[in-house]
C-alpha cells in the first residue's frame, strides 16, 4: 500500500469532517446522514454512500460497484465522527482506548479478534461510543481510516500498532 494513497484517505476523512462540523443547515442534515448510517453495516445506508460517492476522489473510489478498502474506510471513519464526534489530531485509536483504563481492554481485544470488515465495524462502534463517553478523549479520524485500510491489508501489523499505542500511552502516565 503505498503511503501517498493512505495519506489521501486520512486527508480526505479530515476535510468531510470539517464540512460537516460546520454551523450550517446542509452540513447539519449531512451529518445526521451520517450518523443514522452508524448503525448500519459498513457501506449499507444508501444516503451515506451516495453523499461518499458524490465527494470521493476518483483514486479513492472503486468501479465494480463493490466498495473499495479506502471506501470502506473513510464510511466508518466519517460515520463514526458523526456519531461520536471529537476529532483529537494525533490521536490513534490505541492511545484513544487506553485513556479509558483498564476497563476498556476487552472491547480492544475483541476488536483484536475481528476477522471481516463487518465485524470490525461492529467491535470498534463499542470502543468509539465508550471514548466518546469520556470527557476530553477523543481520536483522530483521519488517523482512523488510514488504520481501516492498514487492516484490511495486513490486520496483524496494523493490530500490533494498536496495541503499542495502547501500552506506550498507558507508560506515559
Known amino acids: 500500500m503505498d503511503k501517498e494513497k493512505k495519506v489521501t484517505v486520512g486527508s480526505f476523512v479530515a476535510n468531510r469532517i470539517k464540512m460537516i462540523s460546520l454551523d450550517k443547515s446542509?452540513?447539519?442534515g449531512e451529518a445526521a446522514v451520517w450518523r443514522h448510517a452508524f448503525a448500519k453495516p459498513v457501506c449499507e445506508d444508501?444516503?451515506?454512500w451516495s453523499l461518499l460517492e458524490r465527494d470521493i476522489p476518483q483514486e479513492l473510489a472503486g468501479f465494480s460497484g463493490k466498495p473499495t478498502e479506502k471506501e470502506n474506510a473513510a464510511y466508518?471513519?466519517?460515520s463514526a465522527f458523526a456519531a461520536c464526534g471529537s476529532n483529537t489530531p494525533t490521536v490513534s485509536l490505541g492511545?484513544?482506548?487506553a485513556a479509558l483504563g483498564e476497563n476498556s481492554r476487552q472491547r480492544f481485544t475483541r476488536l483484536e479478534k475481528s476477522k471481516t470488515i463487518n465485524e470490525l465495524w461492529m467491535n470498534l462502534?463499542?470502543?468509539l461510543r465508550l471514548v466518546s463517553s469520556k470527557n476530553g478523549t477523543g481520536l483522530d479520524y483521519?488517523?482512523?481510516a488510514q488504520e481501516i485500510v492498514n487492516w484490511q491489508f495486513d490486520p496483524i501489523k496494523t493490530i500490533r500498532s494498536w496495541e503499542r499505542d495502547y501500552y506506550s500511552k498507558?507508560?506515559?502516565k
Open 95 to 97: 492511545q484513544a482506548v
Open 142 to 144: 483521519g488517523m482512523l
Open 76 to 78: 466508518m471513519a466519517i
Open 170 to 172: 498507558k507508560e506515559k
Open 125 to 127: 462502534k463499542g470502543l
Open 26 to 28: 446542509d452540513a447539519k
Open 46 to 48: 444508501m444516503k451515506a
